[in-house]
């Protein structure tokens, strides 16, 4: 089976919330601190009164989501596009679409797209803020 594009899948279609109603993707926006990181809320967490919260990860090539932990969040991404690797708990994994990875809190891990554009889902329990 060949690669297919998720992210894309995801971009183009409808998001609907019974808060939100039903729309198209959030604006995306820069991460301040992350370098060619950019992400799109599906579910906030001020949605999901904390319960969990999703968004749509771009990381451009070249470029990583560095070193960090969440102090109570579990965190689980599904790569959707690109190649990359993760460094999960001081062990390193290469990854390709379809790939899923789960962080409990307080492992530290990065995600770098060295050779492609890389597209994750990130799901954090509760909500990141």
Not at 12 to 21: E, K, L, M, R
Not at 50 to 58: E, N, T
């Amino acid at each position: 089976m060949e690669d297919q594009n998720f992210a894309r899948c995801i971009e183009d279609g409808a998001i609907v919330s019974p808060t939100q109603g039903t729309g198209r993707l959030p604006p995306w926006y820069s991460n301040p601190e992350w370098i060619g990181v950019v992400l799109a809320d599906l579910a906030p967490w001020t949605d999901t009164k904390d319960a969990f919260s999703s968004h749509l990860v771009r990381v451009e090539r070249g470029c990583e989501v560095p070193d960090h932990l969440h102090e109570s969040q579990w965190e689980w991404n599904v790569i959707l596009a690109g190649r990359g690797r993760i460094l999960l708990g001081g062990r390193e994994v290469l990854f390709k679409p379809g790939d899923t990875f789960t962080t409990p809190p307080g492992i530290h891990h990065t995600i770098v797209a060295d050779e492609e554009d890389v597209a994750l889902l990130a799901i954090f329990v509760p909500g990141l803020k």
